[in-house]
């Protein structure tokens, strides 16, 4: 088994990242793993969309 792990600032870029990796590797995936967070920083909002793929 083996785990890719994306981390984009949009979460259009991590849909993006994921369909790429599974239409390039075909992988025999078992499950993805979704996280959002979000930070400010000063006035700015910082926003993280991730996933870990678990496949084989």
Same mark, same amino acid.
């Given at each position: 088994?083996?785990?890719?792990?994306? !981390? @984009? $600032?949009? %979460?259009? !870029? #991590? %849909? !993006?990242? /994921?369909? @790429?990796?599974?239409? @390039?590797?075909?992988? @025999?995936?078992? !499950? /993805?793993?979704?996280?959002?967070? #979000?930070?400010?920083? $000063?006035? %700015?909002? /910082?926003?993280?969309? $991730?996933? #870990?793929?678990?496949?084989?």
């Amino acid at each position: 088994m083996k785990v890719k792990i994306f !981390d @984009e $600032s949009h %979460e259009k !870029d #991590l %849909e !993006d990242a /994921i369909n @790429e990796f599974i239409e @390039e590797e075909n992988p @025999e995936i078992f !499950d /993805i793993k979704f996280s959002s967070s #979000l930070g400010v920083f $000063s006035e %700015e909002q /910082i926003y993280c969309f $991730s996933a #870990l793929i678990m496949y084989k």
